[in-house]
């Protein structure tokens, strides 16, 4: 805690004056004029209270020691436990320039068109629960310098050919980016902090402590070679835009850029500063789930996961229907055969739905796309790997089993249509036939059930707990409608009854897929094992 030195009460970070301000007396400071180092050891190392969550391992650092109530990693309202220790010092700091008020604002535009949202996302206690918190991220310097060469060509017309110049640009390059920068937390998600870029980082602020007095920030545990080649590669095309739209060559001229432009431009890495930029963090925790709401704490952009509420939902939805449906009435007449066809599109497109959410569930939860924990995780898991090489002599063969399943399904198919057909007809209470309704169902079907079985390894990624697959009502909703085109009843009210099956069996599967939708928009429980921060190694 910064004391001010007129009154010794508290100081904390003003956003709107950009001073640290005295809780008591409202007097002002400059942040550069309160500190606490004395010499030339501490100015590499400050002082700070960690905290650490007792459920998930989760830590932030601050530079006050009051009690943390809860954590924002996992949403779980505990007391965080705290312990003081020294952190490494970043080079620079982006100071917050939106106020807690500004961060709700902006948060309240976003959830102004969500309209299905549950109701707890927009109560004014649970939007008060904003923490400031500065997430550390690598600042990249990269440079261009030396001869450039590039092949470019131009094409024209030349009577009934079709003539191409082919040119060698030749060139000096000297130009720098600096501050191209990444998250070096695995604790924050990449996908969110590509969501609420860019920052402003050509006025970045030299760091001192004092910024972070009444915040939270978390620390660094990604290595700076993760995301170098990333920004090399913004670099270049940078770099390579510059010189297309500056050359001296008239235009339609096209560059190939088939060839490295790492070697071609001459990028290299300078030196990769550490750098502090401001986020305000949100989290709402439902179960075994966490969703997170956060805002740029420099721009005010938003990033927000936001489950649906299935009750209004449902409910939203029946109230579009109706109007539909009496618009529907009176401008069409739809036959039952065409109207059970229609039913089995809708089936078909909600089995298709629900694999494309299982596969993007099994994706988000294994972080496949966050460079930053998989590194983690790899670094965590390589002592690991070494000790069970010898389980690994002989790897088995990936195995066809789909392909195989499907088969045995499509025959057991077969057999049922055949068993179905000989037993009606004996009777002959309905007339079979092959027409084109029932060969267009048959596929959906066939279609239909190739997903489905496709989907079940995701289902028991995404879903272990559950009994029965979430599109089990869509399915059956395409066996009945099959079943119907094929033994083509001569009463409409088989028709209309299989209809309204199907439709009670698709709202069973479209209710499913709201709640896998809310599992996608939702992240697993995070689990800091051994975690461990401050690794400013570059």
Same mark, same amino acid.
């Given at each position: 805690?910064?004391?001010?030195?007129?009154?010794?009460?508290?100081?904390?970070?003003?956003?709107?004056?950009?001073?640290?301000?005295?809780?008591?007396?409202?007097?002002?400071?400059?942040?550069?004029?309160?500190?606490?180092?004395?010499?030339?050891?501490?100015?590499?190392?400050?002082?700070?209270?960690?905290?650490?969550?007792?459920?998930?391992?989760?830590?932030?650092?601050?530079?006050?020691?009051?009690?943390?109530?809860?954590?924002?990693?996992?949403?779980?309202?505990?007391?965080?436990?705290?312990?003081?220790?020294?952190?490494?010092?970043?080079?620079?700091?982006?100071?917050?320039?939106?106020?807690?008020?500004?961060?709700?604002?902006?948060?309240?535009?976003?959830?102004?068109?969500?309209?299905?949202?549950?109701?707890?996302?927009?109560?004014?206690?649970?939007?008060?629960?904003?923490?400031?918190?500065?997430?550390?991220?690598?600042?990249?310097?990269?440079?261009?310098?030396?001869?450039?060469?590039?092949?470019?060509?131009?094409?024209?017309?030349?009577?009934?050919?079709?003539?191409?110049?082919?040119?060698?640009?030749?060139?000096?390059?000297?130009?720098?980016?600096?501050?191209?920068?990444?998250?070096?937390?695995?604790?924050?998600?990449?996908?969110?902090?590509?969501?609420?870029?860019?920052?402003?980082?050509?006025?970045?602020?030299?760091?001192?402590?004092?910024?972070?007095?009444?915040?939270?920030?978390?620390?660094?545990?990604?290595?700076?070679?993760?995301?170098?080649?990333?920004?090399?590669?913004?670099?270049?095309?940078?770099?390579?835009?510059?010189?297309?739209?500056?050359?001296?060559?008239?235009?339609?001229?096209?560059?190939?850029?088939?060839?490295?432009?790492?070697?071609?431009?001459?990028?290299?890495?300078?030196?990769?500063?550490?750098?502090?930029?401001?986020?305000?963090?949100?989290?709402?925790?439902?179960?075994?789930?966490?969703?997170?709401?956060?805002?740029?704490?420099?721009?005010?952009?938003?990033?927000?996961?936001?489950?649906?509420?299935?009750?209004?939902?449902?409910?939203?939805?029946?109230?579009?229907?109706?109007?539909?449906?009496?618009?529907? +009435?009176?401008?069409?007449?739809?036959? @039952? $055969?065409?109207?059970?066809?229609? &039913?089995? *599109?809708? /089936? !078909?497109?909600? =089995?298709?739905?629900?694999?494309?959410?299982?596969?993007?569930?099994?994706?988000?939860?294994?972080?496949?796309?966050?460079?930053?924990?998989?590194?983690?995780?790899?670094?965590?898991?390589?002592?690991?790997?070494?000790?069970?090489?010898? +389980?690994?002599?002989?790897?088995?063969? @990936? $195995?066809?089993?789909?392909?195989? &399943?499907? *088969?045995? /399904? !499509?025959?057991? =198919?077969?057999?049922?249509?055949?068993?179905?057909?000989?037993?009606?007809?004996?009777?002959?209470?309905?007339?079979?036939?092959?027409?084109?309704?029932?060969?267009?169902?048959?596929?959906?079907?066939?279609?239909?059930?190739?997903?489905?079985?496709?989907?079940?390894?995701?289902?028991?990624?995404?879903?272990?707990?559950?009994?029965?697959?979430?599109?089990?009502?869509?399915?059956?909703?395409?066996?009945?409608?099959?079943?119907?085109?094929?033994?083509?009843?001569?009463?409409?009210?088989?028709?209309?009854?299989?209809?309204?099956?199907?439709?009670?069996?698709?709202?069973?599967?479209?209710?499913?897929?709201?709640?896998?939708?809310?599992?996608?928009?939702?992240?697993?429980?995070?689990?800091?094992?051994?975690?461990?921060?401050?690794?400013?190694?570059?």
């Amino acid at each position: 805690m910064y004391q001010c030195p007129s009154c010794g009460g508290g100081l904390i970070f003003d956003i709107p004056t950009q001073q640290l301000s005295c809780q008591h007396c409202d007097s002002k400071f400059d942040p550069y004029e309160i500190n606490k180092e004395s010499d030339a050891e501490m100015q590499q190392y400050y002082d700070v209270t960690v905290f650490t969550c007792p459920q998930c391992g989760g830590e932030i650092i601050s530079s006050d020691n009051t009690a943390a109530n809860f954590c924002s990693f996992c949403g779980a309202s505990t007391i965080l436990t705290s312990r003081l220790s020294k952190e490494k010092r970043p080079s620079y700091i982006i100071p917050f320039k939106k106020t807690k008020e500004d961060c709700k604002k902006e948060y309240l535009k976003t959830l102004r068109h969500a309209i299905f949202t549950p109701k707890e996302l927009k109560s004014p206690s649970y939007i008060d629960e904003f923490r400031g918190i500065y997430m550390p991220y690598w600042a990249y310097h990269i440079t261009h310098r030396g001869t450039v060469c590039l092949n470019c060509s131009r094409s024209h017309r030349q009577g009934d050919y079709i003539c191409t110049d082919h040119y060698k640009l030749y060139g000096d390059l000297n130009a720098s980016h600096k501050g191209i920068s990444y998250d070096a937390s695995s604790s924050f998600d990449d996908t969110i902090s590509e969501r609420i870029a860019p920052y402003d980082v050509k006025n970045m602020n030299r760091f001192t402590p004092s910024f972070l007095s009444g915040f939270y920030a978390d620390t660094s545990d990604v290595d700076a070679s993760i995301y170098q080649p990333d920004a090399i590669k913004i670099a270049n095309q940078s770099a390579y835009k510059y010189i297309k739209n500056n050359t001296s060559l008239t235009s339609g001229v096209h560059f190939d850029t088939n060839n490295n432009l790492t070697d071609k431009l001459h990028a290299q890495c300078e030196h990769v500063d550490t750098a502090m930029f401001p986020v305000w963090f949100l989290s709402y925790r439902n179960k075994d789930r966490v969703a997170y709401a956060t805002v740029n704490g420099q721009t005010g952009k938003v990033s927000a996961d936001l489950p649906v509420s299935i009750g209004k939902y449902l409910f939203g939805s029946i109230l579009l229907a109706i109007p539909i449906f009496i618009l529907l +009435n009176m401008l069409f007449t739809l036959r @039952p $055969t065409i109207t059970l066809t229609i &039913t089995s *599109i809708l /089936a !078909l497109l909600s =089995i298709i739905l629900y694999h494309i959410e299982l596969r993007q569930i099994v994706r988000k939860d294994s972080h496949e796309n966050d460079r930053g924990i998989i590194a983690a995780q790899q670094k965590k898991s390589n002592n690991a790997n070494n000790h069970s090489n010898n +389980n690994n002599r002989n790897p088995k063969k @990936p $195995t066809s089993k789909i392909s195989v &399943t499907t *088969i045995i /399904a !499509l025959f057991i =198919i077969a057999i049922v249509f055949n068993v179905t057909k000989f037993a009606l007809s004996r009777n002959n209470l309905f007339n079979f036939n092959l027409s084109g309704g029932f060969i267009f169902v048959g596929i959906m079907t066939i279609l239909g059930l190739t997903v489905w079985i496709l989907s079940i390894k995701n289902q028991k990624k995404a879903a272990p707990n559950s009994v029965l697959p979430g599109s089990i009502g869509a399915l059956a909703a395409l066996f009945i409608a099959t079943i119907i085109q094929f033994i083509n009843p001569v009463s409409d009210l088989y028709f209309y009854g299989a209809c309204i099956l199907s439709l009670i069996a698709i709202m069973f599967s479209l209710i499913n897929l709201i709640r896998y939708y809310n599992i996608l928009a939702t992240r697993k429980l995070p689990q800091f094992d051994n975690y461990r921060g401050g690794n400013d190694g570059a």
